[in-house]
């Protein structure tokens, strides 16, 4: 049976810290759906259509990943995906306690386990809604997100 798990997230922007999640991520399971949550309470920087096409693009080599979008409960998504499994990342202490509540009600709906994976330290620093802010005030980020080879 193929291992695969779903990495949710709005991923608005995809940052470095999301990047080696997911590259680490590759070694524990076969293949990882990156899913990109359709949140109606956030006020998304870029178009759901720019996000999906970043990082499609940065994983135009690797067949192990896919991305898609979603509007449904993570749980649901994951069923249809087939993923067995969900991956999160960890960058603090703070973030604990969130997802592990949302883990233990996710395996409460369906058995899916989550996986947690911490963030390297250099990259703890580093938010999506902290590069949002950067960008707002025209800051450069290209040292917080992956960079593609064209």
């Not at 006020?43 to 449904?72: C, G, H, N, P």
């Not at 989550?114 to 590069?131: A, D, G």
């Amino acid at each position: 049976m193929k291992k695969i798990a779903l990495f949710p997230g709005t991923f608005d922007p995809f940052t470095i810290g999301h990047h080696s999640l997911v590259m680490r991520g590759l070694e524990l399971v076969d293949e990882i759906v990156i899913a990109i949550g359709i949140n109606e309470n956030k006020q998304s920087y870029f178009s759901m259509e720019k996000r999906i096409d970043a990082i499609r693009r940065l994983y135009r080599r690797e067949t192990r990943v896919r991305v898609e979008a979603y509007d449904s409960l993570t749980v649901d998504f994951a069923e249809k995906t087939g993923a067995h499994f969900i991956l999160r990342g960890i960058r603090t202490v703070n973030d604990f306690e969130y997802e592990k509540s949302i883990a233990d009600v996710n395996r409460k709906l369906n058995g899916i386990e989550t996986f947690i994976l911490f963030t390297e330290p250099e990259h703890t620093h580093i938010s999506s809604s902290i590069v949002r802010e950067l960008l707002r005030y025209g800051k450069d980020i290209s040292t917080f997100i992956p960079q593609t080879e064209e």
